[in-house]
C-alpha cells in the first residue's frame, strides 16, 4: 500500500511540476515533456524545443516574427492544458491528436520568436485557456459552440469577432468542394441511420458569422439533423475547409458546397495573425485581439 502511495505522489508531483499548478504568476523551470511520434517512438525534450517545432509544423515559411511569436506563446499554453487534462507529461506529434510537429522546419526566426516569449502563456481566471487557433476565419471568427460543437459552457474568453483574413490565399478566400452521395451516405451511417440515397441537404440555421449551426440531411426514409462542425469532421475537415458556406447546390449524384475561409474560426486566425504582425502588432497585442479577458504571464525564464 505504502509503494502504490508513494509511486501515486511521484505522478502528481511530475503534473504539478509539468502544468506549473495553473496558478498565475507562478515561476519555475522550464518543463521537459516527452512528445511521442507518428512511428510510435519517444523524444524527451525541453518544452521551448516542442513549441518550435510545434510553431514550424502550424505556420509557413518566411511569416512575421510576431505571428510566429503569437503561435509559439498559443502552442505553449495549448501544450501545457493538454498535458494537465491528461494527467501526465506526453503529448502526441500528430495534428489530428494535438498540433503539427515538424522540427525539420524550424527556421533561425522561429527560433528567435520562440526565444523572445519563453516561458510565456496565456490564463484565464488563473487557469491556462483552450487555445484553439485555425488557418482563415474568413473574415470573421466564431464560437466554441458553433465552430467545435463544444459540448461544454461557452469559454468566456472566447469571441466572434472580425479577423483581417484578406492577405490569405485565394483557394482559401473562396473555394468550392464537391461532395458525392457516397460520401454524405457514411456521414450518415456513423451517426446511425441507414440510407440509399440522398435528397436534399438544408440548413437550418448559421451564427451571426455566416456559419452553418445546423444542417438537415434529408434521405428516402426521413431525415437527420446535424452540427454543421460535425458534419465537416464526418466528411473530412481538409476536404470541407470550413462551415463558412456560401451556398450548397445539388450537381447529378454530388452537391457542391462554396465557401470561405480555413478551419473551425474559433480563437486565433493564422492568417490573421499575418496581417496584424504585418501591420506591427506584438504577439502580445495579437493574442489579445482573439481572445478577451485573458492575460500573458511568464511562468520560467
Not at 520568436?113 to 485557456?129: A, D, L, P, R
Not at 437550418?204 to 434529408?218: A, M, Q, T, V
Not at 486566425?269 to 482573439?290: D, F, H, P, V
Request: some cysteine; overall charge positive; proline content about 3%.
Amino acid at each position: 500500500m505504502m509503494i502504490k502511495l508513494l509511486k501515486r505522489s511521484i505522478i502528481l508531483l511530475t503534473i504539478v511540476i509539468v502544468t506549473g499548478c495553473g496558478q498565475q504568476g507562478t515561476q519555475g523551470e522550464e518543463p521537459t515533456i516527452q512528445v511521442k511520434l507518428a512511428d510510435g517512438q519517444i523524444n524527451k525534450m525541453n518544452i521551448e524545443e516542442y513549441v518550435a517545432g510545434v510553431v514550424a509544423g502550424e505556420m509557413k515559411k518566411g511569416w512575421p516574427k510576431n505571428a510566429y511569436a503569437a503561435q509559439a506563446i498559443i502552442a505553449r499554453t495549448f501544450t501545457l492544458k493538454r498535458l494537465e487534462e491528461n494527467g501526465n507529461n506526453t503529448i502526441s506529434a500528430k495534428h489530428e491528436e494535438a498540433q503539427a510537429y515538424r522540427p525539420e522546419n524550424i527556421s533561425s526566426e522561429i527560433r528567435e520568436s520562440v526565444k523572445m516569449t519563453k516561458g510565456e502563456v496565456i490564463t484565464y481566471q488563473n487557469k491556462y485557456i483552450r487555445g484553439w487557433f485555425h488557418s482563415s476565419a474568413g473574415g470573421q471568427t466564431t464560437s466554441a459552440k458553433v465552430g467545435l460543437a463544444y459540448k461544454e459552457a461557452e469559454p468566456p474568453y472566447i469571441q466572434s469577432i472580425k479577423s483581417p483574413d484578406d492577405l490569405a490565399p485565394a483557394d482559401i478566400k473562396n473555394w468550392q468542394v464537391r461532395i458525392s452521395k457516397e460520401e454524405i451516405l457514411r456521414v450518415l451511417e456513423q451517426t446511425g441511420e441507414k440510407a440509399t440515397e440522398i435528397k436534399n441537404i438544408k440548413v437550418l440555421n448559421y451564427d451571426k458569422s455566416g456559419r452553418i449551426i445546423d444542417l438537415e440531411l434529408i434521405f428516402e426514409q426521413g431525415s437527420k439533423k446535424i452540427k454543421g462542425a460535425e458534419f465537416r469532421t464526418l466528411i473530412g475537415p481538409d476536404k470541407l475547409k470550413s462551415i463558412l458556406i456560401k451556398t450548397i447546390k445539388k450537381s447529378g449524384d454530388s452537391f457542391i458546397f462554396a465557401g470561405s475561409g480555413y478551419g473551425h474560426g474559433v480563437g486565433m486566425s493564422q492568417w490573421g495573425a499575418y496581417k496584424l504582425a504585418k501591420e506591427g502588432k506584438t504577439a502580445e497585442e495579437i493574442i489579445n485581439y482573439y481572445f478577451k479577458d485573458i492575460k500573458i504571464v511568464k511562468r520560467w525564464d
